[in-house]
Each structure stands twice: as structure tokens, then as C-alpha cells.
Nanobody, 123 residues
């Protein structure tokens, strides 16, 4: 079992960068697949990126591919999301989530969720 806590959100101008972090307590951090999702006002929660337990495999939504990078540090129990070239449409609450073998892009297949961190991108 893990308890994720996100940090790093804030207000940023379009074109700039921001790094989100997810710290997780629990002894089994490195057993889980970790992912980032986001939810904009009035919209459903959507997949952003995921990383395998070893960190060797990453998956991205088409909308962020080439701009966002997900990484993990199993020694520090953290998962990061480096976001570059931010756009106003990236504005959302960002959540990190984990499970042992989720269907990567499907939120309901993740058992563990953080409370979210808000990212606002101004034009």
C-alpha cells in the first residue's frame, strides 16, 4: 500500500516549464506502476503519462508527448513529471496514481491516488 502526495503545482506563463513531484510513503513503492492524470474544470479525468516499476517503459498521451517527461526514483520513493512548453490547455489539477498492474490510461484501474496539485497556465 502507498499514499501519494503531489507537490509543485502553481501559476506559470505559456511556454514555460514546471516540475511536479509525487512522494509516496509505504514499503512497496518500487513494485507499482505510477501515472499522472489531470482533470480540467468540467472535464473528465484524463491520462497524462505512466512509468513502469523499473522506469524503463514510459507511456504518454498524445497531447503531451514530446513536452512532458515522467521519471521515478525508487530510492527516494518519488515520481516526477517535467512539463515543458506549457500551454493554456494544460491547465488542470494533476494527480499521481499507482497500482500493480493497471490498464494504463483508465483511471478506475488505479487504487491509490493523491489529492492533486493545481497547475494554471496563463496565455
Amino acid at each position: 500500500q502507498v499514499q501519494p502526495v503531489e507537490s509543485g503545482g502553481g501559476l506559470v506563463q505559456a511556454g514555460n516549464s514546471l516540475t511536479l513531484s509525487c512522494a509516496a510513503s509505504g514499503p512497496s513503492f518500487n513494485m507499482y506502476v505510477w501515472a499522472w492524470f489531470r482533470q480540467a474544470p468540467g472535464k473528465e479525468r484524463e491520462f497524462v503519462a505512466a512509468i513502469s516499476w523499473s522506469g524503463e517503459r514510459t507511456t504518454y498521451a498524445d497531447t503531451v508527448k514530446g513536452r512532458f517527461t515522467i521519471s521515478r526514483d525508487n530510492a527516494k520513493n518519488t515520481v516526477n513529471l517535467q512539463m515543458n512548453s506549457l500551454k493554456p490547455e494544460d491547465t488542470a489539477v494533476y494527480y499521481c496514481a499507482a497500482n500493480l498492474a493497471p490498464s494504463l490510461v483508465v483511471p478506475r484501474t488505479y487504487d491509490y491516488w493523491g489529492q492533486g496539485t493545481r497547475v494554471t497556465v496563463s496565455s
